[in-house]
């Protein structure tokens, strides 16, 4: 007789819940900090600072700080916010199932009578549960400064921002959990998705510089954020590539992860 449908998956959320609590406040604060930071400064003041920058800074977008829904856009939505997102997903991803095949307490999934694939899905679906609760923290709380601070961010156009960051730190999530799933070795998960991600943001942000705009075809980074979503809403194409990446890197994990010999 087969487990329950979702028992799998609500062992390993309870294995991680304080590591999951532990990111779901630090996204929160992260995005509080660089938010609320907005309204001392305004944007006189960054008008100023540009104005003290080299042309490059411009070229590459910096003048979008001038407006709340810009500087939200630069700092939480680029930066901080998306590489906190990225570690955890990437790692969470490369552990969920190499990590625990190296440590051999995948085996105890084993023990019960489930099949690889019921496994591989249900881990699956804690990475980008995970993934989805970081996110919601992040929107909540902008949504809540943007009220108290009077920031006119646009709802509508936040969930754009956040669900672009949904596909973006699920689908670098799902290459680590496909690559780890696919070799059985958590470092190579995490070293493939990592430089994935690295060459997503240098061809994001190299592109304008160099006059290359096919490296922002090609960047997953500008997939997700090259549209500006908190200033134009969804990028349905951008959207789509992203949802494209997540498949392809969990159908290529999917099936090596159902044929070779595992360590347990």
């Not at 304008?208 to 954020?225: H, T, V």
Request: proline content about 3%; glycine content about 12%; hydrophobic content about 55%.
């Amino acid at each position: 007789m087969s487990v329950r449908t979702g028992t799998i998956a609500a062992g390993a959320l309870h294995d991680q819940r304080r590591g999951l609590i532990g990111w779901v406040l630090a996204v929160a604060v992260v995005a509080t900090m660089y938010t609320a930071f907005y309204p001392s400064i305004g944007a006189a003041k960054f008008s100023v600072m540009l104005d003290a920058m080299p042309e490059v800074a411009k070229v590459m977008g910096f003048d979008k700080i001038l407006s709340a829904s810009g500087y939200v856009g630069a700092t939480v939505y680029s930066l901080l916010g998306a590489v906190l997102v990225l570690v955890c997903a990437i790692s969470l991803g490369a552990r969920l199932i190499a990590g625990e095949e190296e440590a051999g307490t995948l085996e105890l999934d084993f023990s019960a009578p489930v099949t690889r694939d019921r496994v591989f899905l249900e881990r699956l679906a804690v990475l980008w549960l995970t993934v989805l609760l970081l996110v919601l923290s992040i929107t909540t709380t902008l949504l809540i400064l943007s009220s108290a601070l009077d920031l006119g961010l646009e709802p509508a156009k936040l969930i754009a921002a956040s669900t672009g960051l949904l596909l973006f730190g699920g689908a670098m999530g799902t290459v680590a959990f496909g690559v780890g799933a696919a070799t059985g070795r958590r470092g190579i998960g995490i070293g493939v998705a990592s430089s994935l991600a690295v060459v997503a943001y240098l061809f994001n942000y190299l592109s304008p510089l160099i006059d290359a705009p096919w490296m922002e075809s090609f960047s997953p980074f500008s997939w997700y954020i090259g549209n500006d979503p908190l200033l134009n809403g969804f990028d349905g194409g951008g959207l789509a590539l992203l949802a494209a990446l997540a498949i392809v890197a969990g159908v290529g994990g999917w099936v090596p992860f159902g044929r070779r010999n595992l360590m347990v």
